[in-house]
């Protein structure tokens, strides 16, 4: 009967430290695409990218115009032209179009590109700044995505916080 109270006893030591140890586990999630969205650094490489690309917007959206207005005058003019005429300008047309297709492909794959790079900046200053708010409130885990986030929990406005004050973050 003593060995049955000891192991209880025992059992009942171990479940009180159990609770007293999770009670002291303090943990944090972090909305990463509020991050990519909201912060300072996100918003200034979203800012740099349009300046970056905008030139080579204004080309496309020019020669689209150009592509439009011969589109046009072909649909006008098209039965008062001569045969010779009306070819070629069918044909410039065509390879008009295929220029532009070209030109927008090549500009996604380029924006998508240095967005990718620029993110990549963002989420690895945004991870520094996490971790020095892990060691400075002493968090024991920081989630980064949760299907879930209790407000209680969530620090994402003290990493957009963090990221705005433009802190020095320790490499």
Same mark, same amino acid.
């Given at each position: ?11 009942? /030591?171990?479940?009180? %430290? ?20 909201? %912060? ?11 300046? *970056? ?18 589109? %046009? /005058? ?17 044909? *410039? /047309? ?42 400075? *409130?002493?968090?024991? /885990? ?27 973050? %320790?490499?």
């Amino acid at each position: 009967m003593k060995s049955i109270f000891k192991v209880v006893a025992l059992f009942i /030591l171990l479940c009180s %430290s159990a609770v007293t140890v999770a009670a002291d586990f303090k943990v944090g999630v972090v909305d990463t695409e509020r991050i990519l969205r909201e %912060s300072v650094p996100a918003v200034n490489a979203e800012k740099r990218i349009t300046k *970056e690309f905008s030139g080579r917007d204004l080309d496309i959206k020019g020669l689209m115009k150009q592509a439009k207005d011969l589109q %046009s /005058l072909l649909e006008k003019e098209g039965v008062t032209l001569s045969d010779a005429d009306q070819r070629n300008k069918e044909r *410039e /047309l065509t390879t008009l179009n295929a220029d532009v297709q070209r030109l927008q492909r090549e500009f996604r794959e380029d924006l998508n590109l240095r967005k990718n790079e620029e993110l990549a900046i963002v989420l690895e200053l945004a991870n520094k700044a996490i971790q020095m708010i892990a060691e400075t *409130e002493k968090f024991d /885990l920081i989630l980064q995505e949760a299907v879930y986030r209790n407000p209680k929990i969530d620090i994402t406005d003290k990493v957009i916080q963090h990221l705005a004050d433009d802190k020095p973050v %320790s490499k």
